[in-house]
């Protein structure tokens, strides 16, 4: 079955430290992962998907088949970046269905 | 265009008591799904439909029902509310159901509590 997990609830960093949010999947098929973004009182937003290959806000995300893994990295975090972070997979193929892991609450400290 | 929209923002339910929440989309998008959002587990699919008259079930369907007669609106109706349905509702949709790379827009979500 299919599964995304996040190992860190939480994660704190202080500015301009650099960050790695991690993110590791299960699935049978050929993975299309995303990471999307909600900062306080907004809605859910695309940040990445693996397949553009962007770096957007400083952050960048590679797929790693072998370990079954789609980290988000930025070299040095901003206050700004201060948000919840989830990694999704498309679980459905053409019917695509997010499965979203429980999530990551990023806070860069001053 | 003013994209996803959801209505209302915050409901309050009792226990039995049914209701609809809206979802409208203006991006003329074949695809719209609904999540809810619960602490500590993310964001789960509920119901999806990748067209007019077509939908089918996600992850955690069971109480609620939908359907999606016009291209724009695809409402999640609570049949009997259950305390275990508090949770934030989030509506989605994306332009092509089955192509890649064609990014998923959400809308601001509606919380709902049930007493």
Same mark, same amino acid.
């Given at each position: 079955?299919?599964? =995304? %997990?996040?190992?860190?609830?939480? @994660? !704190? =960093?202080?500015?301009?430290?650099?960050?790695?949010?991690?993110?590791?999947?299960?699935?049978?098929?050929?993975?299309?992962?995303?990471? &999307?973004?909600?900062?306080?009182?907004?809605?859910?937003? @695309? @940040?990445?998907? /693996? $397949? !553009?290959?962007?770096? $957007?806000?400083?952050? %960048?995300?590679?797929?790693?088949?072998?370990? %079954? !893994?789609? /980290?988000?990295?930025?070299?040095?975090?901003?206050?700004?970046? !201060?948000?919840?972070? &989830?990694?999704a997979l498309n679980s459905g193929g053409s019917n695509y269905k997010l499965t979203f892991g429980k999530g990551t609450l990023l806070t860069v400290n001053p | 265009n003013a994209g996803v929209t959801q209505t209302p923002k915050f409901q309050v339910l009792k226990t039995g008591q049914s209701m609809t929440l809206q979802c409208a989309q203006d991006m003329n998008h074949e695809y719209m799904s609904w999540y809810r959002q619960d602490p500590g587990m993310g964001l789960r699919l509920i119901h999806y439909s990748v067209g007019a008259g077509i939908t089918d079930q996600g992850e955690v369907p069971n109480g609620y029902n939908v359907s999606r007669s016009t291209t724009e609106d695809f409402p999640l109706r609570l049949l009997s509310a259950a305390p275990s349905q508090t949770s934030v509702y989030f509506c989605a949709s994306r332009r092509f159901a089955g192509l890649a790379n064609n990014e998923q827009f959400f809308g601001p979500g509606t919380r709902l509590t049930v007493l």
């Open positions: 079955a299919q599964r =995304v %997990t996040q190992p860190e609830k939480l @994660l !704190s =960093v202080f500015k301009g430290a650099p960050v790695e949010l991690k993110c590791n999947y299960s699935y049978s098929g050929s993975p299309e992962l995303f990471w &999307y973004v909600q900062y306080s009182r907004q809605r859910l937003q @695309l @940040l990445l998907r /693996h $397949i !553009s290959r962007e770096s $957007i806000k400083g952050f %960048t995300a590679d797929l790693n088949k072998g370990e %079954t !893994s789609f /980290h988000l990295k930025k070299p040095f975090a901003q206050e700004e970046d !201060s948000a919840m972070y &989830y990694c | -």
